[in-house]
């Protein structure tokens, strides 16, 4: 299938629609050039449709996890054992999502495409925390398009850029 060049070698295509696509994604809407959204159409589509496919093929398994134990401040607690501190631990059950197969095979194949996203928090200094895209695919996008078949973005047309005139649209998730 022919794809649009972009002006870019196959290298910097790639990085730009990997960028584009992932931040779509991650905030529902951008604005870029008409022969961008095309190409970012294709690709977004296609991960959001094999969301879709996959969003309910995990089963929930009860594990037991050794947690650290926190005090009041929620610092760990630490006792002395044979003249050194160390940590108090205890076992936590947790029920978690495993999953299947093709669900795994899924996301691999989503991870191949986005980008690690990090989401600073401006107010706390050094709290950064990573965004787990394909889980908000599976979790959050999927459920939403699940009785759609196909068609999952639009694109508006927002008239010509000012520097050299470029048509511009926004795409985003419908």
């Not at 990090?118 to 394909?134: F, H, M």
Request: proline share 2%; glycine share 6%; net charge positive.
């Amino acid at each position: 299938m022919a794809q649009r060049k972009l002006g870019r070698d196959a290298a910097g295509r790639k990085a730009l629609l990997r960028n584009q696509v992932t931040n779509l994604l991650y905030h529902g809407k951008i604005k870029t050039t008409t022969a961008k959204a095309k190409e970012i159409r294709k690709i977004a589509e296609g991960l959001i449709a094999m969301a879709v496919r996959e969003k309910d093929n995990y089963e929930e398994v009860k594990v037991t996890a050794k947690v650290p134990k926190k005090d009041v401040n929620g610092k760990r607690v630490k006792e002395v054992v044979d003249g050194k501190k160390v940590t108090v631990f205890e076992e936590v059950e947790k029920t978690i999502k495993k999953d299947s197969s093709t669900r795994l095979h899924a996301r691999r194949q989503m991870l191949k495409v986005l980008y690690p996203v990090t989401e600073v928090n401006v107010n706390k200094r050094r709290q950064a925390k990573t965004v787990d895209l394909t889980d908000k695919l599976f979790s959050e996008i999927a459920p939403k398009y699940a009785d759609r078949n196909g068609g999952y973005t639009r694109i508006i047309k927002i008239g010509p850029r000012k520097g050299d005139g470029a048509e511009e649209v926004i795409i985003e998730l419908v």
